[in-house]
């Protein structure tokens, strides 16, 4: 083992030891990221806590921003444990840490400035030389964590589901993610196979997939039942017969290419199409304790099912699935998945058809404008859609804004992997500049800014992006 990595080791052990020896009388609060990454994280903990007899409260944060931070550790808990945030306010939560608050950090954003901390116990992959938003998401330090306890490796798929949701399988899993996903299919728990990716895998019905795909998006596909009728029609495939629903596995080779090369035409332009069918077919992994008909036995689907919860303002349902639960808990996941989905159709729809007063495209940069139409919980998912439609072609880098209340914008970022740009950093230094804050990783990061800053926000990202 090379010294980084025995570091990063003894770093995983250290907060394992920590977690392993809480003690039951000091009150422990856990705050978490709304997103798949967060809510698989605090679901890991929240059993290994549990497990442990450790009374804790858990909380969600949408944003990240330093008035998060402080109401954190303005609570009154003994102990804080900060997870899927935390790094770029590791300043100041040491100071809170040597006045007597303990806070812990398990976080994989990447640091916004050089510091070492006294007081405070944190893991992030990046202060051992490791790339934390390719290598490993906060859910698989979480996974981590709980293994050195030992008895946890049934979490792994919700790890792995964590990582999706960072997108960190995209171009396939490396270096500890890899290693993660191995030991997954090696002991049985995960099954890898190369499939069309659509919601509910091979054995859904086709209508019902097609519908509830959200992840590649399809236009006038997605949330649409009808329109998901009629396009299976118009290309020859009977959505229903001899009274069963029809599903991926029923369709012979000639009827899949051309599910796939029509789904393809839908999302991307001729350029777009090799990018488009990557979306489309790719490595799928199932959970392989989940009943085959379980909506979430696809990681993906579960990972989606994750963040719609999160986004929607109940990240508790989420942690539920984590946790073990299904049955009601399963039933209101899917509810709040369908509003997530309904949502998001209805915010692609209004952008497309106001194209030209909603979106301003220059130098490969777009900016959209969704403040009075996106949440802002919303914002960053739409806006990575968008990037992969044919209508953003041309575009290297997505902007959305929409609105935190009547003085803040939220902002998010999209880069397509090839401009060489660290978007989190650039996001990060703006936002400063403009009485805001911000940060993320090289091709996803957020900000907020006053709202009276966004065309100044604007000029100066086009700025840095100039030749
Ligand atoms: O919110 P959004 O999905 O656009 O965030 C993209 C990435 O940027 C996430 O990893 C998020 O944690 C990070 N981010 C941040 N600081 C912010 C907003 C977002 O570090 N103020």
């Known amino acids: 083992m090379g010294k980084i990595r025995k570091r990063f080791e003894d770093q995983v052990i250290a907060v394992a030891n920590a977690i392993a020896n809480f003690p039951k009388d000091r009150n ?3 705050a978490s990221h709304i997103d798949a990454d967060g809510i698989t994280s605090a679901g890991i903990i929240s059993t290994v806590l549990s497990d442990l007899h450790v009374p804790f409260h858990l909380t969600f944060f949408k944003q990240i921003l ?3 931070v402080k109401s954190v550790v303005s609570k009154g808990y003994d102990s804080v444990l900060l997870m899927d945030f935390g790094t770029s306010h590791i300043e100041f939560l040491d100071r809170i840490a040597e006045e007597g608050l303990e806070v812990y950090i398990i976080d994989h954003h990447q640091p916004t400035l050089e510091y070492e901390p006294g007081r405070l116990l944190i893991l992030n992959p990046y202060f051992h030389g490791l790339d934390g938003s390719r290598e490993i ?4 330090l979480a996974y981590l964590i709980a293994k050195k306890m030992g008895g946890y490796e049934h979490l792994l798929p919700i790890a792995i589901a964590g990582a999706i949701g960072d997108r960190q399988h995209e171009g396939g899993f490396h270096g500890l993610n890899r290693k993660l996903l191995k030991y997954a299919v090696d002991s049985g728990l995960v099954r890898v196979i190369n499939e069309v990716n659509l919601f509910g895998g091979p054995k859904h019905p086709l209508l019902f997939a097609l519908e509830r795909t959200v992840d590649p998006y399809i236009p006038g596909i997605t949330s649409d039942q009808s329109a998901c009728f ?3 029609t118009n290309i020859g495939i009977e959505p229903m017969k001899q009274g069963a629903w029809v599903t991926l596995r029923d369709l012979d080779e000639q009827k899949k290419r051309i599910l796939v090369s029509e789904l393809v035409k839908r999302i991307a332009s001729e350029s777009g199409k090799a990018s488009a069918a990557k979306k489309l077919i790719g490595e799928i992994y199932y959970w392989n304790f989940e009943d085959d008909s379980s909506p979430i036995k696809d990681l993906r689907d579960f990972s989606t099912i994750l ?3 999160g986004r929607m303002g109940y990240g508790g349902f989420g942690v539920a699935l984590c946790m073990g639960y299904r049955g009601w808990y399963l039933a ?7 509003e997530y989905r309904q949502n998001i159709s209805s915010a692609i729809k209004n952008i497309l058809s106001n194209f030209k007063e909603r979106v301003y495209v220059h130098n490969g940069l777009a900016f959209i404008s969704g403040e009075d139409i ?3 919980t919303m914002i960053g998912t739409i806006t990575s859609i968008l990037l992969g439609l044919k209508e953003f072609e041309q575009v290297e880098i997505a902007i959305g804004f929409s609105k935190v209340n009547d003085n803040y914008l939220k902002v998010s970022g999209r880069a397509k992997a ?8 650039v996001m990060s230094e703006i936002s400063v500049n403009l009485e805001g804050e911000g940060g993320g990783h090289r091709l996803a990061a957020g900000c907020t800014i006053p709202v009276k800053y966004k065309d100044k926000f604007i000029k100066e990202l086009s700025a840095r992006l100039s030749p």
């Not at 209101?332 to 369908?338: D, G, H, I, T």
């Open 66 to 68: 330093t008035g998060d």
């Open 418 to 425: 090839n401009t060489g740009l660290n978007l989190g950093k």
């Open 332 to 338: 209101q996941a899917l509810k709040v998945y369908q």
């Open 307 to 309: 963040n719609a919860c």
């Open 28 to 30: 422990l609060l856990v």
């Open 137 to 140: 998401s906060t859910s698989g």
């Open 374 to 376: 996106i949440q802002d």
């Open 230 to 232: 009629e396009f299976l």
